[in-house]
């Protein structure tokens, strides 16, 4: 059994003290930081890098092969055009 000095106070009962809430310091509610110039910025740089590192990585890959493994470049099919 607790040792409280009141049996008034004991917790779980519905007499029981309830803790206070802090009060708020600032009555403005959080920006969206989505909004802000920098964030914008940095989702900028970020999509770019995303975008651009596979075609980067594949297309020195490719460029590689061709220097030091002598493969040659792709062509296209030659399409002969009949003369009527």
Do not use: C, H
């Not at 009962?13 to 969206?32: G, I």
């Not at 995303?50 to 470049?73: C, D, F, H, K, N």
Request: avoid cysteine; aromatic fraction near 10%; glycine fraction near 2%.
């Amino acid at each position: 059994m607790p040792t409280y000095p009141s049996e008034q106070f004991r917790p779980g009962q519905p007499n029981a003290p309830r803790p206070q809430r802090p009060t708020p310091t600032s009555s403005k509610p959080n920006p969206d930081i989505r909004s802000t110039k920098e964030y914008k910025l940095a989702a900028r740089r970020w999509t770019s890098a995303i975008v651009a590192l596979p075609i980067v990585m594949y297309t020195s890959y490719i460029l590689y092969e061709r220097i030091y493994a002598g493969r040659e470049q792709k062509k296209f099919a030659q399409i002969e055009k009949k003369d009527e």
